[in-house]
């Protein structure tokens, strides 16, 4: 079985390595090795699982509703539709999500 590193790197923590099968998501990858990861929906929609991606190759197996081909451009990926295709480097948490929607409370 063809598996990736993937390391995880919060900002405001620590950074974790994990394998994640290539027919496994990010997520469920982080899920199988109780890794704490932000997550809504699993397909897609809500961008809670957003993640920026370093380095590396992640594919999204499922049209990335939640992002906007800018969000794309600049490397963000939802992980809870990302499958890897080679070791990659990803930002998370929810400071990386924060990004992408200006919070209407602050």
């Not at 590193?5 to 290539?22: H, K, S, Y």
């Not at 809500?46 to 197996?61: E, F, P, S, Y």
């Not at 990302?82 to 400071?95: F, I, Q």
Request: hydrophobic share 35%; net charge neutral.
């Amino acid at each position: 079985m063809v598996t990736h590193e993937v390391t995880l790197d919060w900002r405001d923590g620590p950074t974790r390595t994990i394998a994640v099968a290539a027919d496994e998501t990010v997520v469920e990858a982080a899920r199988r090795t109780e890794q704490t990861l932000p997550y809504g929906c699993l397909y897609g929609a809500c961008g809670t699982c957003t993640g920026r991606l370093i380095a590396g190759d992640l594919v999204h197996t499922e049209r990335a509703r939640a992002l906007k081909p800018r969000h794309s451009t600049e490397g963000y990926v939802l992980l809870c539709i990302a499958k890897p295709r080679s070791d990659c480097h990803v930002e998370v948490g929810a400071t990386v999500q924060a990004e992408l929607v200006s919070n209407p409370w602050k």
